[in-house]
Antibody, heavy 120, light 106 residues
Framework: EVQLVESGGGLVQPGWSLRLSCAAS????????MHWVRQAPGKGPEWVSG????????GYAESVKGRFTIARDNADNTLSLHMYSLRLEDTAVYYC?????????????WGQGTLVTVSS | VLTQSPGALSLSPGERATLSCRAS???????LAWYQQKPGQAARLLIY???SRATGVPDRFSGGGSGTDFTLTITRLDPEDFAVYYC?????????FGGGTKVEIK
């Protein structure tokens, strides 16, 4: 069974940094692109970042470009999101998601999410 | 930009639901997906490549369209289908979601 377990969320002040992690299991991690998607309270989802199966292709939403860094460790089956210079508008549930099929970019299964709250 | 309409749909179980997603530019290769989200849950992939059903999705869900105009049809609404539905394009980066359509019980 595919499992995606996010961790690292919490309450931080504006300007602080935070690192999210996602532990993946139940599939061949190195064959799948991975994504981070966030959802602010009461709002629709927003794609944050994605990374291809070997890490050679990376993309970011304009809203986080230059502040967030996505990375993956295929030996450890983990995905991470380093978030810097956090803003109030970064408050959201952050979901780790895997591509639906190997070597495709399409977002498939999502984890249960971890809440990041940016507040002074 | 993906624009979904209507914003909300009030229907009864057993009725047909038709949801629309319009893109401001043509979606490359019709790389358009539909997701279902229930309160307090992560979204679930229903349809990808505009018309392919994801694994385990009932056949009452179907997707259609191409270019800039796409639809999600639920032929006979089941009580478990009342939820919010989002379209998403993954043909260009950044990936983008529509604003959602809430299907609610009449």
């Amino acid at each position: 069974e595919v499992q995606l377990v996010e961790s690292g969320g919490g309450l931080v002040q504006p300007g602080w940094s935070l690192r999210l992690s996602c532990a993946a299991s139940g599939f061949t991690f190195e064959d799948y692109a991975m994504h981070w998607v966030r959802q602010a309270p009461g709002k629709g989802p927003e794609w944050v970042s994605g990374i291809s199966w070997r890490g050679g292709v990376i993309g970011y939403a304009e809203s986080v470009k230059g502040r967030f860094t996505i990375a993956r460790d295929n030996a450890d089956n983990t995905l991470s999101l380093h978030m810097y210079s956090l803003r109030l508008e970064d408050t959201a549930v952050y979901y780790c998601a895997k591509a639906n099929e190997p070597r495709r970019w399409l977002v498939g299964k999502w984890g249960q999410g971890t809440l990041v709250t940016v507040s002074s | 930009v993906l624009t979904q309409s209507p914003g909300a749909l009030s229907l009864s179980p057993g009725e047909r639901a038709t949801l629309s997603c319009r893109a401001s530019q043509s979606v490359p290769s019709n790389y358009l997906a539909w997701y279902q989200q229930k309160p307090g849950q992560a979204a679930r992939l229903l349809i990808y490549d505009a018309s392919s059903r994801a694994t385990g999705v009932p056949d009452r869900f179907s997707g259609g369209g191409s270019g800039t105009d796409f639809t999600l049809t639920i032929t006979r609404l089941d009580p478990e289908d009342f939820a919010v539905y989002y379209c998403q394009q993954y043909g260009t980066s950044p990936l983008t979601f529509g604003g959602g359509t809430k299907v609610e019980i009449k």
